[in-house]
């Protein structure tokens, strides 16, 4: 099985790549390609796709939070819409890899889709454990950057799913 551990732009300036992989070497997985990179808009557009359900799960749950901090969220995202409010969310992620240069790293192992996923910790840097990439590298959280209107600067990404993963090595790799 394959996947792909992306080092994002706040990884790459603050020279974590040793350490990432490091720790990807030392949990027994095989690199088999790696390369730096500027994404493009065009393959981080096609890098962040979503069903259309996204958008208003994601705009319903900002809604949601900014109302129970007593909060405005068009202050924000200048919009109550929840499916506008989505896609601002992608758009922040869009931004954000486009930032600056990525390191992305194929794996192959055993079951690496899930050993990656454990080895980074939550999406959140707040609720990822000590001794995952994120809860030792990454101090922002999803409540902050929700609140400024931007992505979450977590150090990486890794592929969710055999299918996403197979898709994202394609975008980075171009097989």
């Known amino acids: 099985m394959e996947t792909l551990l992306m080092i994002k732009p ?14 990807i070497e030392n949990a027994g997985l095989e690199i088999t390609d790696i390369k730096m990179l500027q994404f493009t808009r065009e393959m981080a557009e096609q890098f962040y796709v979503f ?74 840097p707040l609720k990822a454990l000590p001794g995952t990439i994120r809860g030792d590298f990454s101090s922002d959280s999803i409540e902050v950057a929700n609140l400024e209107g931007r992505a979450v600067y977590n150090v990486v990404h890794a592929s969710d799913s055999e299918e996403n993963a197979k898709r994202e090595l394609k975008i980075v790799f171009g097989y």
């Open 10 to 23: 706040d990884g790459v300036k603050r020279k974590l790549i040793g350490k990432i992989i490091e720790r």
């Open 51 to 124: 069903p259309e359900s996204w958008y208003e799960k994601v705009g319903n749950k900002l809604i949601k939070i900014f109302e129970e901090k007593g909060l405005d969220i068009e202050q924000v995202y200048k919009t109550r819409d929840p499916i506008e409010i989505g896609k601002k969310v992608r758009e922040a992620l869009i931004e954000y890899i486009l930032s600056g240069k990525v390191v992305a790293i194929r794996i192959k192992g055993d079951k690496a889709i899930e050993k990656v996923r454990t080895l980074i910790g939550d999406t959140d």
